[in-house]
């Protein structure tokens, strides 16, 4: 009975359109009423939740990602991918791949580059005779890198969700995966581009070169940082991301000088009211997450699936038709924070490694970011595009493809994931 009031008014909350956290907050108050458990208790397990060090990193990822999107930084990018991979055939689509990459690297999310990337490429590409639809699957779908480049502030919160596994660790896991994600995408785009005979890029002056190989590879600074100080030991998490944002604001403010320092107002409003909605989560989940585990719902999860076939392949493959599934209905911080706890068990007991796990689940959950009915990215995007889901839906089935063969793959070849941080992270 207690599974049923915790899950079942959970999800009656959640049809009720109640936000994410207050979903969580109602249904574990709901659950340890019905148990008998001083409430107090579960308010402790809130506040719990984010007595944690690595969790200070969270904002000033936030507050890096906003200072670049603030300056210019991702036209730049687009600048510095247009001078790299422009003139081909379909340039401009290969383009728009290549700097979702660079931004996703800074930014660590996918929503926030298809806002940046997009409102610049979409109407460019439309501009040089692009399809409409393909314009914005191109934005849509390279924005999952977002998540899995590193610095991602999603995987600081699977490494408090899954108990505290190395965030450095995870960043490196999640770039091969990220790299390789991106460079099937442009395979795909440009095999479409070809067949549709979209445009080749136009060419860029000589002189301009040197000055926008410069400028990117400034912002990109920040994520080389960031990643550089984690990987050699020098600085943690906290510490890196503290110093990629003042490497941010001296960049942006003294070096691009594209705003007034006075902008640094609205930067720290946006960034605190994502903050205040990420922290909320992350507290009402660990309620919701202790409760799971007294009433025993991981384990109980990890029999039912194990018994339906004693195979493990059968077992991950199941694993990520829920991830998939819930991706599609839910965004992702409140499912990393709910599916980790329930989902961990499950695929450690199959051989999965943690972090191997973790790259696999925040890849599972991209996908239901461009994955109608409650894929944001897909919602922003069509809004940039000015046009309907149902047609950007539909002629999404190539980049579905090519996201569920590189899930696949990173999650039956381990070494995908696990190499880089067996040989960087100590």
């Not at 929503?111 to 005779?129: F, R, Y």
């Not at 070169?209 to 410069?214: A, E, G, N, S």
């Not at 600085?235 to 070096?255: D, H, K, M, R």
């Amino acid at each position: 009975m207690g599974i049923l009031i915790l899950m079942g008014s959970f999800v009656l909350l959640l049809l009720l359109r109640v936000p994410v956290a207050l979903c969580l907050v109602v249904s574990s108050f709901l659950t340890g009423m019905y148990l008998d458990i001083d409430l107090a208790a579960l308010v402790q397990r809130m506040v719990g939740g984010l007595n944690s060090f690595s969790l200070l990193a969270i904002p000033f990822f936030i507050l890096a990602g906003e200072i670049m999107n603030e300056g210019g930084i991702s036209r730049r990018l687009i600048n510095l991918s247009n001078v790299i991979i422009g003139k081909v055939r379909g340039g401009l689509a290969m383009v728009n791949v290549l700097a979702s990459t660079f931004f996703g690297g800074i930014s660590g999310s996918a929503v926030a580059d298809v806002s940046s990337i997009g409102s610049v490429l979409i109407p460019m590409m439309k501009k040089k005779g692009y399809d409409s639809d393909y314009a914005v699957n191109v934005t849509i779908s390279s924005a999952a890198q977002g998540v899995m480049i590193p610095p991602s502030h999603n995987m600081i919160i699977y490494s408090t969700a899954a108990g505290g596994v190395s965030v450095g660790s995870l960043f490196m896991g999640g770039l091969v995966p990220g790299l390789l994600l991106g460079l099937v995408l442009m395979i795909i785009t440009y095999l479409i581009a070809v067949k549709r005979k979209y445009p080749k890029g136009e060419p860029i002056k000589r002189e301009e070169v040197p000055k926008i190989i410069r400028e990117g590879l400034l912002g990109l600074l920040t994520a080389v940082i960031i990643i550089g100080g984690i990987v050699s030991g020098i600085f943690t998490a906290t510490e890196s991301a503290a110093i990629g944002v003042l490497y941010a604001f001296i960049i942006t403010f003294f070096v691009y000088r594209d705003i007034p320092i006075s902008r640094m107002g609205i930067i720290l409003k946006r960034t605190f009211n994502t903050l205040a909605m990420v922290m909320f989560l992350i507290a009402a989940s660990s309620a919701f997450g202790w409760l799971l585990a007294l009433l025993k719902v991981p384990a109980m999860v990890t029999e039912g699936l194990i018994s339906i076939s004693p195979n493990d392949v059968v077992t991950l493959l199941l694993i990520l038709l829920i991830l998939l599934v819930l991706g599609m209905f839910m965004d992702m911080a409140p499912l990393i924070l709910i599916a980790t706890p329930i989902l961990l068990p499950v695929a450690t007991s199959v051989g999965m490694d943690p972090v191997q796990f973790g790259v696999v689940l925040i890849l599972s959950l991209a996908i239901g970011l461009v994955t109608p009915p409650v894929g944001t990215c897909m919602f922003v995007g069509c809004a940039i595009g000015k046009i309907p889901i149902e047609k950007s839906a539909k002629n999404m089935l190539p980049f579905y493809g090519a996201m569920i063969i590189v899930l696949l793959m990173i999650t039956f070849i381990p070494q995908l994931t696990l190499s880089l941080p067996e040989i960087l992270i100590k």
